[in-house]
């Protein structure tokens, strides 16, 4: 059974670099066909899909995000990571991390963590 | 991209009856939509994919249909852990979008 565990500050201050990691147990970032993902939810909102790392290395974001996310991975430590610049308040969110197995729906989530955007 | 829109906003239903959401997208999906269900301070669970097919685990009162670019989740007979949000969500087209979401209250 797989698990995930998103991690990084609550707090980052507005036109900085949000910055967050996810550890996974449980299966690795580079066998099988998965899609590692990050998504976020706004508070009270829905639910808006990042990007993702697939498990050979391709990546793709959203393009409403695209010019600010960067995806990467660390094989070494089995973490996958998102990078957000310029980020501002509209960044306020709970980010989680998930897996998609083949396709993109989500079978498997980490339990999310919230960051704000504020000075 | 491709708009999911969920309805009712809010569905009030009383515990042992039936509910029905529903989910509506902009333009043809195929049967590439799953549904989540969320609980107060968790992650969305999968329930369905592929339109109609239920995920490991979940409980058989849980059912999905499909009609054209309509998404129908039903919920028979509703247990008090099932007064939650539920989402659709497509995966036909990038990037995957979500709808607004519908909650599951008691009446």
């Known amino acids: 059974q797989v698990q995930l565990q998103e991690s990084g500050p609550g707090l980052v201050k507005p036109s900085q670099t949000l910055s967050l990691t996810c550890t996974v147990s449980g299966g690795s970032v580079t066998s099988g066909s998965f899609y590692w993902s990050w998504i976020r939810q706004h508070p009270g909102k829905g639910l808006e899909w990042i990007g993702y790392?697939?498990?050979?290395?391709?990546?793709d974001y959203n393009p409403s995000l695209k010019t600010r996310v960067t995806i990467s991975v660390d094989t070494s430590k089995n973490q996958f990571s998102l990078k957000m610049n310029s980020v501002t308040a509209a960044d306020t969110a709970v980010y989680f991390c998930?897996?998609?197995?083949?396709?993109?729906?989500?079978?498997?989530w980490g339990q999310g963590t919230l960051v704000t955007v504020s000075s | 991209e491709i708009v999911m829109t969920q309805s009712p906003a809010t569905l009030s239903v009383s515990p042992g009856d039936r509910a029905t959401l529903s989910c509506k997208a902009s333009q043809s999906v195929s049967d590439n939509l799953a549904w989540y269900q969320q609980r107060p301070g968790q992650p969305p669970r999968l329930l369905i994919y592929e339109a109609s097919t239920r995920a490991t685990g979940v409980p058989a009162r849980f059912s999905g249909s499909e009609s054209g670019t309509e998404f129908t989740l039903s919920i028979s007979s509703l247990q008090s852990e099932d007064f939650v949000v539920y989402f659709c969500?497509?995966?036909?087209?990038?990037?995957?979008?979500f709808g607004g979401g519908t909650r599951v209250e008691i009446k």
């Open positions: 790392i697939y498990s050979t290395g391709s990546i």
């Open positions: 969500q497509q995966y036909n087209n990038w990037p995957p979008t």
């Open positions: 998930a897996r998609g197995a083949n396709v993109l729906f989500l079978a498997s």
